[in-house]
Every structure is written in C-alpha cells, then in structure tokens.
C-alpha cells in the first residue's frame, strides 16, 4: 500500500485474500457464509490505512422509511459516521437479482460493493459504476481503491462544516462575547439574571469562578444548544433537564431585548445543517453518542484551547471503556461474590464526561436491579456544561431503551468532584441538583471507575490558566505521596490525576472497593510516583 492508502495487484494483502480463497477452494468449500470470510477480512485489514473501521452485521438506517436495515458489513470513519457498505452473496444467487432486493428495502448505494466472491458490483451516490471480476488482481485492486476514495456530498459538506466550524469558532464566539457584554451594560433584566447564576456557579463549581468563566459557559451553550436538541432528536431536554433551566433563565434574560437567539446563531446556520443532516442518519443512539463525543472534542479545540488543556477534553475510546467496566463487574463477581446491580454496589463516575461510563454499565446491570440502581446506586460528576448535558441525554436515553420509560436520571450531579471533598457545601445551583450531591456525600461508595483529567498544567506557563487548587486533597498528596517519595523534583504530583487517585483512596477510606481508572504509564515505573506507588 502506497502513502496515499492505494492498493496495487501485487500487494500482500490482495495475495493473502487470494491465499484464503484457494484453501477454502482446495476443501470444497462453497456456502455463504464461509466464502464471503476471505472478502470480509481483505477490508478489515485495508481499511485502517484510511482511518476507517469494518464491522460486520451492524443495523443502519433505511433510505426509504425509518426502518433499520442489517448489511453484512459497514466500514466506519472515526467520527462514526459509515463511509461505505459490502453485501455479499452466494455466487449460486442472482447477484444482479439480490441487489434489486436490496434497493427495495432501502439498503444504501451511497458507497457499497455487492459481491459473490467471483464478481462485484460496485454502485456509489446510487448510480451503478461497472462490474468487477474479483478473480483478476488488477479489477480488484480497483475496485477497492474507488471503494477507499469516494467522498460523498454529505460527507463532503460533513467535513467542510466540521472544519470551518472549529476554523471559525474563536471569531464566532468573540462576537457572542460581544453581544454578551453589551447586555452587561444595559440590559437589567440580564444584568439580575446573570448575578444570580454566577452565585449560583460559583457555590457549586469553584468559589473563584470568573463572570468571564460564566460568559463563557453561556457562549457553549447558545453555539451548541441546537445540535444536542437535533441530533438527540429531544427538544424538550432544556425543559427537563435541572441545570439546562437555570441556564435557559439566563439565555431568555439576554434575548429579551432586540435581539432574538437566531439573531445570535445566524452566522452559523450553514455549519449546523451540515452537523444535524449528517447526524440524521446515524443509526440509533450509540453511533449519535459518539458522534457527538468527536463534535465536542472539535467544538472545544477550536473553541478555547485554554479549556480543552485545563480539562483533558478527549474523551476515552469505547473499547477502554468496555474492558474497565467489564473488568469491574468481572472482579466484583471473583473476589465480593456480588455483580453491578447488587444492592451493595455503590458506582461513582468521577469525571464523567458524555456519561460512557455509565452508559456501558447500564447494559450490564442485570434487568431486575437496573431500575433500582439507576434510581439509587450509580453517580456521576461533571464539571464542565457541555459535557455534563450529553452525560444526561446519553444516560436518560439508555435507560429509555432498556425499560421502555423515560426518568431523568438523578446520579448526574453538576459539580466539581474534588470540590466535593472540601467541604459541605449548601444551595448548589438548583434544590434538585443540592440534592443530589447530599445524596452522593452520604452515599457508601465502593467502585470508582473513569478517566479523570490528566493534565499537570498547561499549554502555555505564561497563560493565566493554571489548575485550581485543592486545600484538602492538595494537603493530602503532599502528606503522603509527596512525603513517601524519594524524587528530588515533585511537580509531577500536582497532576490533577494523581489528585483524583488520593481522592478515590480516600473516599473509599476503610472500605473494601475498586478503583479502575485510565492509568499513566509513569505512575508504574517513575521515581517521582514512588511514594504514590
């Protein structure tokens, strides 16, 4: 394969695909299932080199009703979105007569090749593009390097709107910035508003939070309010969910003169209807999930750099999330003889991010406890707004589609969970969400399972974007890791990460438990983890 992700005849992948097919030949092998093995693996070996990803049997959406379809494989991009399909068949059908089957029930001829392990037919954007014969090396290198190359509009347009989105969020927010501040000087109805959040914020999230820090989490949420309500396809979330409200007081104060909020977002329209028709097509909830996890890491770069750096805006890939939380419920069953949804469970997701965590924890919880758990057992903190408004979505959604009803899901506290550590804290934000934290304080929590930031500073030292400090959990690294250690250079405990592992510890205190976080390498092996070690 050349830089550029070509195939050529000769290349070993195409000999190994060849290589498999004479063997199954050389056995007499000719049914389906066995035959369409050698194609299957041809693309998800070659895939890679183009960022994409094969996956066989996975639902899609129908082209002609809201129905789902099931071809035998669809290749992925990493923004989850499916770049093309392969249908395959036995060469005893009629393949021409299959694909006629095919089109009658919606399958998509955006980018699919249909083959028989003799022949395929390759069509894209609908159109047929011509034959190939799968025994010749040079058609089947062709076949695959159309296949690899094709970009169709909406993606095209997906990109495009993507990349000028995050191209053009700093100019884009600075003028809503604008728009904020004007509403600071003259606008009382926002100015009492605002006063009144910003109290509110600063209780719940930092004592030293910023008016600029509020501006701000106003800015994410007018750019980004639509595609979380479109994607999710859930426009009454601002009604239902506790902090989206007290946020929405504040957004109605500031379009409550002149301007209207499409007066704000007008500028953008072109870069949501791309994201939203795209986001459209995704299958169900999971692939929306991560869809929308790639947007937000792509809003924040582009957005403030300075937030993306202080927080560790990337969220964990969710096969690190599959094995951490298939680790816990198989350690909970080894050596506590309990599994997730046993009444003397208590989960807490630190950091939770877009809620991956507990989403994959749902599936798991066996259904009789699920409604239980969900109710009483499982809690997540989150501390910045976007991420802590999928968490919900994500979550609540799950727990719709395992049920059959909608609660709201009352785990998800917005707060700093180190904050939580200091001390008791009153009036957080909303009654409901004070509530929630009261019920997490006292809560006898003995699995902690996340992927906490894991930054020790920031981008620029010259920036005034350091860290916030922590009295309590800053006092305890230094009495005990930072006293057991033998380094000469310490710095590297200040990491918030290494502070969520003295927080976990701690709030475990004499209970058996699990902490499963993502773990640095450098806390195995580095002199200046010794003590932590």
């Known amino acids: 394969m050349t830089a550029r992700g070509l195939l050529t005849s000769k290349h070993p992948l195409i ?8 063997s199954l030949s050389r056995q007499h092998v000719t049914h389906e299932l066995a035959l369409r093995t ?22 899609e959406r129908s082209t002609s009703s809201d129905r789902l379809v099931r071809p035998d494989g669809a290749l992925r991009d990493s923004n989850a979105i499916t770049r093309g399909w392969r249908e395959s068949k036995d060469p005893k059908d009629s393949l021409k007569r299959e694909i006629a089957k095919k089109r009658d029930r919606g399958y998509r001829l955006d980018n699919t090749i249909f083959e028989d392990s003799q022949h395929a037919i390759l069509f894209q954007n609908r159109d047929r593009i011509r034959d190939f014969s799968i ?19 909406l993606i095209r347009e ?33 100015q009492l508003a605002f006063a009144r959040f910003h109290d509110l914020c600063r209780v719940s999230l ?19 309010d639509r595609i979380v309500r479109t994607v999710f396809d859930n426009p009454d979330f601002v009604r239902q969910n506790v902090i989206a409200r007290e946020v929405e007081f504040v957004i109605d104060a500031l379009v409550s003169g002149n301007a209207s909020r499409s007066d704000f977002l007008k500028d953008m329209n072109s870069f949501y209807d791309a994201i939203e028709s795209t986001g459209r097509t995704l299958p169900d909830f999971t692939e929306k999930q991560r869809f929308i996890n790639t947007v937000y890491e792509r809003f924040f770069q582009g957005w403030c750099v300075k937030t993306a750096d202080t927080h560790g805006i990337v969220y964990t890939p969710q096969p690190i999330v599959d094995f951490m939380c298939a680790s816990v419920a198989e350690i909970l069953q080894q050596d506590f003889g309990v599994t997730l949804g046993d009444p003397s469970v208590q989960i807490l997701d630190p950091a939770t991010g877009t809620g991956n965590f507990i989403v994959n924890l749902l599936d798991r919880i066996p259904r009789a406890q699920l409604r239980d758990a969900y109710r009483h057992r499982l809690f997540a903190n989150e501390v910045m707004l976007l991420p802590y408004y999928i968490a919900a979505l994500n979550i609540e959604h799950r727990f719709l589609e395992l049920t059959g009803s909608y609660e709201p899901y009352p785990g998800l506290c917005f707060t700093d969970t180190l904050d939580i550590a200091e001390k008791p804290q009153m009036g957080l934000f909303a009654e409901q969400n004070t509530e929630r934290v009261t019920t ?26 350091k860290n916030r400090k922590y009295d309590v959990i800053d006092k305890r690294v230094r009495d005990t890791y930072s006293k057991d250690s033998a380094a000469q250079n310490r710095n590297s405990l200040a990491d918030v990460y290494v502070k969520f592992f003295r927080w976990a510890a701690d709030r475990l205190g004499k209970r058996d438990g699990i902490v499963c976080y993502v773990s640095n390498n450098s806390f195995v092996d580095q002199l200046a983890f010794d003590g932590m070690r």
Do not use: C
Not at 441 to 460: D, F, H, M, T, W
């Open 158 to 190: 997906f990109e495009a709107a993507v990349e000028a989105f995050q191209e053009r969020l700093p100019d884009l927010s600075r003028a809503v910035n604008e728009r904020i501040g004007h509403a600071h000087a003259s606008n009382s109805k926002f």
């Open 135 to 153: 025994d010749n090396p040079e058609e089947l290198a062709d076949l695959l390097n159309r296949f690899y190359a094709h970009r169709p509009p």
């Open 38 to 59: 050698p194609f299957a693996d041809l693309l998800g070996k070659s895939a890679p080199a183009h960022g994409w990803t094969f996956v066989a049997e996975v639902a």
């Open 206 to 224: 930092n004592p030293n939070l910023s008016a600029q820090a509020v501006d701000e989490m106003l800015v994410q949420h007018l750019l980004t």
């Open 15 to 22: 000999r190994e695909f060849y290589a498999a097919r004479k």
């Open 440 to 465: 997490q304080r006292k809560a006898p929590i003995n699995v902690i399972i996340g992927n906490p930031p894991y930054n020790v500073g920031q981008l620029n030292e010259n920036d005034n974007n």
